[in-house]
């Protein structure tokens, strides 16, 4: 069974930094590219990033909303997706969702979701 | 960046019914288009990708169509479970966009 667990989330002051894991299991995760996708509550779904595998040189993808505060990256021997977040501001309040790209078709798109990690930021 | 427009924002439906929402991008993006359902306090589940093709286990009572820029998800008939936000999204281009959603609620 695929599964995607985002940790990490919790009330940040604006300017802190946050680091947000997702642990896969249920499929072999280094053949995968991995996105994060934001919600602010009760707003839409944002885009955030993506950092594709290993035969494509980890090579990563931001939304200028992040670009340049936020990393994406991965630890394939741990099955797990980080977001390192900087600079944090209080439009960056939202659930982080951690999402896998399917294999089977391409381009590749978000074919699995995990539950999300709550991000707040405020003073 | 691509932008990505829905209508409508929201619908009141019936069990039963019929119920199309569009998605409009604001450039080509050569059918790469996913819809998503999501219900509150949900993760978002794929629907479809490639403008109309059924991800695995999704019902058939959902399709999608379109091509270039104007798209639909149409739900053959509403069932109770269906009453949920549904957003679309291009793939074409980085950055990845969504439309705002389309909520779906029981008239």
């Known amino acids: 069974e695929v599964q995607l667990v985002e940790s990490g989330g919790g009330l940040v002051q604006p300017g802190g930094s946050l680091r947000l894991s997702c642990a896969a299991s249920?499929?072999?995760?280094?053949?995968?590219?991995m996105d994060w996708v934001r919600q602010a509550p009760g707003k839409g779904l944002e885009w955030v990033g993506r950092?594709?595998?290993?035969?494509?040189?980890?090579?990563?993808e931001y939304a200028a909303s992040v670009r340049g505060r936020f990393t994406v990256s991965r630890d394939d021997s741990k099955n797990s997706l980080f977001l390192q977040m900087n600079s944090l501001k209080t439009e960056d309040t939202a659930v982080y969702y951690c999402a896998r790209s399917t294999t089977l078709v391409t381009p590749y798109y978000s074919d699995f979701w995990g539950l999300g990690t709550l991000v707040t930021v405020s003073s | 960046d691509i932008q990505m427009t829905q209508s409508p924002s929201s619908l009141s439906a019936s069990v039963g019914d019929r119920v199309t929402i569009t998605c409009r991008a604001s450039q080509g993006i050569n059918n790469y288009l996913a819809w998503f359902q999501q219900k509150p306090g949900k993760a978002p589940k794929s629907l479809i990708y490639a403008a109309f093709s059924l991800q695995g286990a999704v019902p058939s009572r959902f399709s999608g169509s379109g091509s270039g820029t104007d798209f639909t998800l149409t739900i053959s008939s509403l069932q109770p479970e269906d009453f949920a936000t549904y957003y679309c999204?291009?793939?074409?281009?980085?950055?990845?966009?969504f439309g705002p959603g389309t909520r779906v609620d029981i008239k």
């Open positions: 249920g499929f072999t995760f280094s053949n995968h590219y």
């Open positions: 950092i594709r595998n290993k035969a494509n040189s980890y090579t990563t």
């Open positions: 999204q291009q793939y074409y281009d980085y950055p990845f966009t």
